[in-house]
Nanobody
Framework: VQLQASGGGLVQPGGSLGLSCAAS????????WGWYRQAPGKQRELVAR???????NYADSVKGRFTISRDNAKKTAYLQMNSLKPEDTAVYYC?????????WGQGTLVTVSS
């Protein structure tokens, strides 16, 4: 499974940004998709996760602001980020699990600044 993340950029506080993660290769039986982020000097943390059945969970810091979704036909996962804060600034990584094996996409930088 290869994952290609896109959609990062610079946005002002309070703004919105959407990330996409497209999968290629052998993608059947992806059990879950996720988005993680890593801010400078901090550990990588889970932002949001969605299972094949559609169950979601979010980091407390993004609940009510971020929404994860996936389109199985397009083999793509999404992260819609609203009401962005400077503390959301980080490199965002998409993640997928297939058969117990984790896969990572390259990171995409999100910068929230005025």
């Amino acid at each position: 499974v290869q994952l290609q993340a896109s959609g990062g950029g610079l946005v002002q506080p309070g703004g919105s940004l959407g990330l996409s993660c497209a999968a290629s290769g052998t993608i059947f039986s992806i059990n879950a998709w996720g988005w993680y982020r890593q801010a400078p000097g901090k550990q990588r943390e889970l932002v949001a996760r969605i299972t094949i059945g559609g169950s979601t969970n979010y980091a407390d810091s993004v609940k009510g602001r971020f929404t994860i979704s996936r389109d199985n036909a397009k083999k793509t996962a999404y992260l819609q980020m609203n009401s962005l804060k400077p503390e959301d600034t980080a490199v965002y990584y998409c993640h997928a699990v297939r058969g117990g094996t984790p896969y990572w996409g390259q990171g995409t930088l999100v910068t929230v600044s005025s």
